[in-house]
């Protein structure tokens, strides 16, 4: 999922200073989950923001929202109403999410309340880390499900590096080797074999280089 923080609640406050009503939009989605745009997220956001502008002898008027999805137009046509006769959008999602809710009100002010971080997964509740590089080629099947791309410190893919000792990477004695850890697992599962297979050189065209990407499912489009 997404993994996303909220900035501070100064960061967010300048992006309104001239506003006097304001709608905060939270996301049900991957943000809920990381506890950074839910719904309490949302309201907290809006309460901090209206005792800060009363503090300020400025007072802000808010308006809260929580959207499905922020990533998806069906779920933010419901927001029609709400923005009408607000002066910005503060937006709780990951920024797909803000540029949707732009491209869709191209006459709001949009702003992000989020810094979108990284592709992870949860570890702890509060704690998350990153697992997926979003590289468009994966090769996961290759090494025994462990992302190299991502969870070694210089995204080697055809083995270990010189600084890798007692299964530690060399930025950190707290961080595993990832090589180590696709040895390891491929040992167990009776695979190192696979580990000796040429492997043509990784198509990097599919990753980030070279404009948006796309994904389509003609199968599932509508006309």
Same mark, same amino acid.
């Given at each position: ?12 406050? $300048? ?11 939270? %996301?049900?989605? &991957? *943000?809920?989950?990381?506890?950074? /745009? ?83 997964? $949860? ?11 979003? %590289?468009?080629? &994966? *090769?996961?099947?290759?090494?025994? /499900? ?78």
């Amino acid at each position: 999922m997404i993994i996303a923080q909220q900035k501070s609640i100064q960061d967010i406050a $300048s992006m309104i200073e001239d506003c006097n009503k304001v709608l905060l939009v939270g %996301c049900a989605g &991957c *943000v809920t989950v990381c506890l950074a /745009g839910g719904e309490k997220e949302t309201e907290v956001l809006a309460a901090s923001l209206r005792i800060k502008r009363r503090l300020e002898n400025k007072p802000l008027e808010t308006v809260t929202f929580v959207a499905t999805r922020q990533c998806d137009p069906e779920y933010i046509e419901t927001l029609e109403s709400y923005v009408k006769d607000v002066d910005a959008v503060i937006s709780l999602a990951c920024g797909v999410g803000v540029q949707y809710v732009a491209e869709r009100f191209s006459d709001k002010w949009v702003v992000p309340a989020l810094n979108t971080n990284f592709i992870g997964g $949860s570890l702890n509740h509060g704690e998350w880390e990153e697992r997926c590089g979003l %590289c468009g080629d &994966c *090769v996961l099947h290759r090494t025994g /499900g462990i992302c190299p791309i991502i969870r070694c410190s210089k995204s080697i893919l055809n083995g270990p590096c010189g600084g890798s000792q007692y299964g530690k990477c060399e930025i950190s004695k707290d961080m595993d080797c990832a090589w180590q850890l696709i040895y390891d697992r491929m040992k167990a599962l009776g695979k190192l074999d696979k580990l000796m297979e040429y492997q043509p050189p990784k198509d990097w065209s599919k990753s980030r280089d070279g404009g948006p990407r796309r994904a389509v499912r003609e199968d599932v489009m509508i006309d």
